[in-house]
């Protein structure tokens, strides 16, 4: 019975790391969190059976945390410059706050000092950053 134990330690020690990992704040978090509880319970549960020597069993289960934990790992692409097509030039030139007659270099120069301050990694929203970053592309591209 101790090897059950070791075993649903292991189990139960991947889903805190796999957990602790979750740092993506997509609208699937949820999904990810709930896929990787059920699959660690699935493969707890499929060594216990296997300890019984259910074997049928333990393989449909562990079956099913793989399933589980490869399915919560896909993501879906992300349009990249959908946002940045939407934005109109005026609307970008506000949103970094440079002027017409701003040249390529003071475009970029606007885009580091703002992002440097709105990037999520340093307390800015993710939300503001996307919007710098579609501003920058809007400018650059036209």
Sequence with gaps: MSLAWIILGAVGLWALIRLGRQ???????????TATIFAAACWGGAALAALRGAWLFAVALAAAGV?????????????????????????????????????RQAIQAAYRRLMARAHPDKGGSQGLAE?????????LKS
């Excluded at 919007?131 to 400018?139: E, I, Q, S, T, V």
Aim: proline share 4%.
């Design 131 to 139: 919007r710098l970053n579609a501003a920058r592309d809007r400018l």
């Design 67 to 103: 399933w589980l934990a490869l399915s919560s790992r896909q993501r879906e692409p992300r349009p990249r410059n959908a946002a940045a097509e939407a934005m109109s030039v005026a609307e970008a030139r506000r949103t970094l706050g440079v002027s017409e007659t701003d040249d």
């Design 23 to 33: 740092a993506d704040h997509t609208s699937k978090v949820q999904w990810r969190v």
